[in-house]
């Protein structure tokens, strides 16, 4: 199979001629948009919310937007550019407060394609709450609406390519998702995965610890201290991690054309391996988003 990522000079886009495709198909990736809507039946997210401002997330969404409007806008621009598919790769919500999971359940039914939503390390905590393994327990069942019940693998079948999500918010992957992957991948059909955190690649770093003081990338070989793992709950990479890892870069994965991932809230696109690579888009609250084209 013959795969190549063609050059756009855009960071909204990518385009990638994959031989033997049936037909030319359109991807919507939109990731961190970071909603903060909220009820009455979340009152403790309130202030929180509250202290956000409609618009505000790190810096001020384009023409003082909500976050909300910014999204909305998003997938109607995207519906207007007809795409077969749209995959969301997390922390499209601040925290999960029912207001913005129902928003986010109404807008992948208003792109008029099939959906895939895979969680990111906001999307189950509540800023009045700790990160933990006991939080995320407790807030994943919310997400079963946008993830069909199944947040740690999914994949869908579009046009003989397949779109595989994998879980990646504690910054692991488990045996389990390592093993659903080689599947995925055994079928020999192109994929691309879609997943929230980005894999560590060299060229990546230097703009991560620019902008957070930590390699907040998953499987990151260097740049972790103990106080910065404390700080942002951290641990070491496990042995599936390492492994799914090493099955990317340089294992029997060479029909997986690319990674599409976030949580870095910058677009970096660079090559994981020959010819095969990883587009971070930007995020979503900042009016971010990326059409993929795949083209036969
Ligand atoms: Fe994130």
Redesign the pocket.
């Known amino acids: 199979m013959d795969i190549r990522h063609e050059p756009t000079g855009r960071g909204d886009r990518a385009r990638i001629h994959i031989s033997g495709l049936e037909r030319d198909l359109r991807i919507l990736h939109l990731t961190?948009s970071h909603m903060t809507e909220v009820d009455d039946r979340d009152p403790e997210a309130v202030p929180y919310s509250q202290s956000r401002g409609p618009g505000l997330f790190f810096k001020h969404t384009p023409n003082g937007e909500s976050t909300r409007e910014v999204f909305d806008r998003t997938l109607s621009e995207a519906r207007e550019l007809g795409v077969d598919a749209g995959v969301l790769t997390?922390?499209i919500i601040d925290f999960p407060a029912w207001a913005g999971i129902e928003h986010v359940e109404l807008g992948m039914k208003a792109l008029g394609a099939p959906t895939l939503f895979t969680p990111?390390?906001?999307d189950w905590h509540f800023q009045h709450l700790a990160w933990s393994d006991a939080v995320r327990q407790e807030y994943y069942p919310r997400l079963h609406r946008l993830t069909g019940g199944t947040p740690a693998c999914q994949s869908m079948e579009l046009g003989g390519v397949r779109l595989i999500a994998l879980d990646n918010s504690t910054y692991q992957i488990s045996l389990e998702q390592l093993t659903f992957l080689r599947r995925e991948l055994a079928t020999g059909q192109p994929c691309l995965l879609f997943i929230?955190i980005p894999i560590w690649i060299e060229s990546l770093a230097p703009a991560v610890l620019r902008s957070w003081g930590a390699p907040i990338m998953m499987a990151s070989p260097h740049g972790w201290t103990a106080e910065k793992r404390e700080h942002w709950q951290v641990v070491g990479s496990d042995p599936s991690t390492l492994a799914t890892y090493e099955l990317l870069m340089r294992g029997e994965s060479k029909n997986l054309a690319g990674i599409f991932c976030g949580?870095v809230h910058f677009e970096h696109t660079d090559a994981y391996r020959e010819e095969r690579v990883q587009y971070v888009s930007e995020a979503g609250f900042s009016g971010g988003y990326r059409i993929i084209d795949l083209l036969k």
Do not use: I, K, P
């Open positions: 961190d997390g922390d990111g390390n906001h929230h949580h």
